[in-house]
Nanobody, 132 residues
Framework: QVQLVESGGGLAQVGGSLRLSCAASAGTFSRFTMGWFRQAPGKEREFVAGISRSDLSLGPTTTKYADAVKGRFTISRDNAKNTAYLQMNSLKPEDTAVYYC????????????????????GGQGTQVTVSS
């Protein structure tokens, strides 16, 4: 069973930055497509960013972002550390939410799911609060 543990959340000022980490406890990390989702109070959980698995591709991995975070957030992965990251810059109050990471080993080359239920594994979440 794969466990995902998020860290790095906290309080940030508008315009500030945070970096979230997601560590996987088991499995061959390079085989996982990784995703980040978020859920604000009273709202549905939404896709934030994803990065494709890196064991099949002969080239760079591909990434995908929600329109609301394009140009501000960057997803990356370090297979040697079994960890995915979400660098969040230029934070806005509307970025306040619980952030969850997810992992899936069934996706195809360069495929990134954007629905939480499509992922095999999910973390418990980390709170991000952006204050003005």
């Amino acid at each position: 069973q794969v466990q995902l543990v998020e860290s790095g959340g906290g309080l940030a000022q508008v315009g500030g930055s945070l970096r979230l980490s997601c560590a996987a406890s088991a499995g061959t990390f390079s085989r996982f497509t990784m995703g980040w989702f978020r859920q604000a109070p009273g709202k549905e959980r939404e896709f934030v960013a994803g990065i494709s698995r890196s064991d099949l591709s002969l080239g760079p991995t591909t990434t995908k972002y929600a329109d609301a975070v394009k140009g501000r957030f960057t997803i990356s992965r370090d297979n040697a550390k079994n960890t995915a990251y979400l660098q969040m810059n230029s934070l806005k109050p509307e970025d306040t939410a619980v952030y969850y990471c997810s992992a899936d080993s069934s996706s195809g080359l360069l495929q990134i799911f954007q629905t939480w239920s499509d992922y095999e594994y999910g973390g418990q979440g980390t709170q991000v609060t952006v204050s003005s």
